[in-house]
């Protein structure tokens, strides 16, 4: 069964950072895409980063870069969203999403048939 | 600088009836359009993708057409259970963005 679990949210003042943690398990995550994708109250869905199964191949959303740095670790399982500069447009449940399988170099297409529950993260005075 | 426009925001409706909603890409997208539901208090769900191909399990009343920038989602005949916000997203490239939603209610 895949698991995507989210940890680290918090509130933080704006200007300050954050680093948000996922937990993958139930499938070979050194072969899968991933992304973060993000949920501000009362709103609708914004992708936020993508990171290849190697970590050399990463997006971000024009809203988020330059501030966001998305990272991986094979041997952990898990998936990474350094977040400094933090603003109030920032505040959003993040969830963490699998997106396609690679293999020799082709991924599959990146739809997010996964998600974590998410982790809430206030940016606040 | 809007990715994806969907039209309309909202939508009531009864049961029974036929629903549409648009999807407007700024760029050629071909087909790689996925729509997703997005229950209340709920996790968004993979409805289809391809631009007409529905998961796994997926009503078949839903339905899904277009390709380059306009598609459509159809509910041929709204169920309650249907209550949902629908996003649709483009995937054929980076950035892998989202419409801004069209929340459907039962009139």
């Known amino acids: 069964e895949v698991q995507l679990v989210e940890s680290g949210g918090a509130v933080v003042q704006p200007g300050g950072s954050l680093r948000l943690s996922c937990a993958a398990s139930?499938?070979?995550?050194?072969?899968?895409?991933m992304n973060w994708v993000r949920q501000a109250p009362g709103k609708g869905l914004e992708w936020v980063s993508y990171i290849g199964p190697s970590e050399a191949t990463v997006y971000y959303a024009d809203s988020v870069k330059g501030r966001f740095t998305v990272s991986r670790d094979s041997a952990k399982n898990a998936q990474y969203l350094q977040m400094n500069s933090l603003r109030a447009e920032d505040t959003a449940i993040y969830y963490c999403?699998?997106?396609?399988?690679?293999?020799?170099?082709?991924?599959?297409?990146?739809?997010?048939?996964?998600w974590g529950q998410g982790t809430r993260v206030t940016v606040s005075s | 600088d809007i990715q994806m426009t969907q039209s309309p925001s909202s939508l009531s409706a009864s049961v029974g009836d036929r629903v549409t909603i648009t999807c407007r890409a700024r760029q050629y997208i071909s087909i790689y359009l996925a729509w997703y539901q997005q229950k209340p208090g709920k996790l968004p769900k993979l409805l289809m993708y391809a631009a007409s191909t529905l998961q796994s399990g997926v009503p078949s009343r839903f339905s899904g057409s277009g390709s380059g920038t306009d598609f459509t989602l159809t509910i041929s005949s709204l169920q309650p259970e249907d209550v949902a916000t629908y996003y649709c997203?483009?995937?054929?490239?980076?950035?892998?963005?989202f419409g801004g939603g069209t929340k459907v209610e039962i009139k």
């Open positions: 999403t699998r997106g396609g399988y690679c293999r020799g170099g082709n991924c599959e297409a990146t739809l997010f048939e996964f």
């Open positions: 997203q483009r995937y054929n490239s980076a950035p892998f963005a």
């Open positions: 139930g499938f070979t995550f050194r072969s899968y895409e």
